[in-house]
C-alpha cells in the first residue's frame, strides 16, 4: 500500500524533522510504501534571516535528501492546490506532531484533516497532536468541518491525551491514544553511530528566558560539569554551543549526555530512550500538555519545574533516581500497542 504522509517534514526543526523520519520507518517496517506528501508551510523570512540560518537549513536539507527518499511529484503550497490535483496515495496518514495546532498549520489546517483526495482513499492519522488545550478554534475550518471530515477516517490516533477530549467533545470524534513516532523504535544507531559518553549537561530551550539559562549555569556548576547549549543560535555566557547541529549530531548529543535540561517534548522522548536523567523547565504550564500527557504515562510528572523554581530544585530533580526498568516497561508496551494500533490502520480489509 502506498501511504502518503501529510506532516511537517520540510521543517528547520529537530523534532518536527525526527518525528517525519520515524513514521516514515514505522510505515516502511510495516511492509507499505511511505511517501511524503509535499506540502510545505510558507517560507518566506527576510533576506538577513536566509543568511543567518543558510547553515542550518543546509545542514536539515542535507539530512532530507538523504533519508526522506519518496516525495510526491509536486511540491503543494495550498489546500487548494491540494484540492485541484490530489496525491495518488491507497492511504492519506496525518501526523504526527502538532498538524492539529492552529497557531502552526494556520491556512493550511484544512489539508491535515485531509479534506482533499478521492472519498475511496483511506484516511488515517498517526500520533496526532494538538499541543494546546482547550481548543481555541480556527479560521481555516470550522469545528462543525472538521466533524464532517473527520466522518472520513478509518482511525483517528491521536497523541495526548488532551487530543483525546478535544476530539471528543469538539469534534464528536472517539480516538485511540498511540505513542510519539519517534518512541516506536527503541534507538537510533543508524543516526548517531557509536556511542560515548560526553560529561556535559546538555540545555535545550525552545522558549528565551535569560532567568532560566542563569539558573541551568549554576546547576551545572554545582554538578561540576560542562553545560552546553544546543539547537539555538543564542550564544549564552558560561554555555558550550555548536549551532547549528547537524540532525544526527542533535541526537547523538541526548544520547551521551550526562543530564539534560529542556522544554522540549521530543527532548525529553530521547532522554527517556536513552536513559538520560532529565529536568523539564517551562515558564508557561499551558505549553507542557504535550510533555505531560507522556510523563504521566511513565510516571515522571514530579520531573517538571514551573517559572519561580531554583537551581537548588533543579539539581535535585536531576539527582532523583529513575526507575528505568519501569519506564522501559511502560514504553515496550506503549510501542507495542501503537504499532498494532498503525498495522491495523493501515491493513486492507
Excluded at 56 to 69: E, L, V
Excluded at 110 to 127: D, K, N
Excluded at 247 to 255: E, G, L, M, N
Aim: contains cysteine; hydrophobic residues 40%; glycine residues 6%.
Amino acid at each position: 500500500m502506498t501511504v502518503g504522509i501529510l506532516t511537517y517534514h520540510w521543517e528547520d526543526n529537530y523534532g518536527a524533522t525526527l518525528q517525519a523520519y520515524a513514521t516514515y520507518k514505522a510505515v516502511s517496517d510495516l511492509g507499505h510504501e511511505p511517501v511524503f506528501i509535499d506540502l510545505r508551510l510558507p517560507y518566506a523570512p527576510p533576506i538577513t534571516s536566509r543568511i543567518v540560518f543558510a547553515l542550518k537549513r543546509h545542514r536539515f536539507n542535507s539530512f532530507r535528501h538523504r533519508y526522506f527518499r519518496n516525495l510526491t511529484p509536486l511540491t503543494y503550497r495550498s489546500v487548494e492546490a491540494l484540492r485541484a490535483n490530489p496525491p495518488e496515495c491507497d492511504c492519506y496518514l496525518t501526523g504526527s506532531d502538532q498538524t492539529w495546532n492552529p497557531f502552526i498549520a494556520k491556512t493550511l489546517l484544512p489539508a491535515f484533516f485531509l479534506t482533499f483526495g478521492p472519498e475511496s482513499t483511506r484516511r488515517v492519522t498517526y500520533a496526532t497532536s494538538i499541543g494546546l488545550d482547550p481548543w481555541p478554534g480556527s479560521e481555516a475550518i470550522t469545528d462543525a468541518e472538521i466533524s464532517s471530515a473527520l466522518d472520513r477516517f478509518h482511525s483517528i490516533l491521536l497523541r495526548e491525551d488532551t487530543a483525546l477530549r478535544i476530539c471528543r467533545e469538539q469534534f464528536g470524534h472517539e480516538a485511540t491514544q498511540v505513542a510519539d513516532p519517534v518512541l516506536l523504535h527503541p534507538d537510533y544507531p543508524e543516526l548517531t553511530g557509536m556511542l560515548g559518553d560526553s560529561g556535559e549537561v546538555i540545555c535545550y530551550k525552545l522558549i528565551d528566558d535569560p532567568e532560566f539559562y542563569d539558573m541551568a549555569r549554576r546547576t551545572a556548576a554545582g554538578l561540576g560539569l560542562p553545560i552546553r547549549s544546543i539547537g539555538s543560535i543564542r550564544r549564552i555566557k558560561g554555555f558550550r554551543s555548536t549551532y547549528p547541529e547537524k540532525v544526527q549530531d542533535w541526537v547523538r548529543r541526548f544520547a551521551e549526555a550526562r543530564y539534560v535540561i529542556t522544554d522540549s517534548f521530543h527532548g525529553t522522548v530521547f532522554s527517556l530512550l536513552y536513559h538520560r536523567p532529565f529536568v523539564i523547565y517551562t515558564g508557561d504550564p499551558k505549553r507542557v500538555t504535550r510533555i505531560e500527557s507522556l510523563l504521566r504515562q511513565t510516571g515522571l510528572t514530579d520531573r517538571i519545574l514551573h517559572h519561580g523554581a531554583t537551581a537548588a530544585q533543579m539539581a535535585e530533580v536531576l539527582a532523583r533516581p529513575i526507575d528505568w526498568q519501569h519506564v522501559d516497561s511502560v514504553i515496550s508496551r506503549m510501542r507495542h500497542d501503537s504499532l498494532e494500533s498503525l498495522r491495523k490502520a493501515l491493513a486492507k480489509e
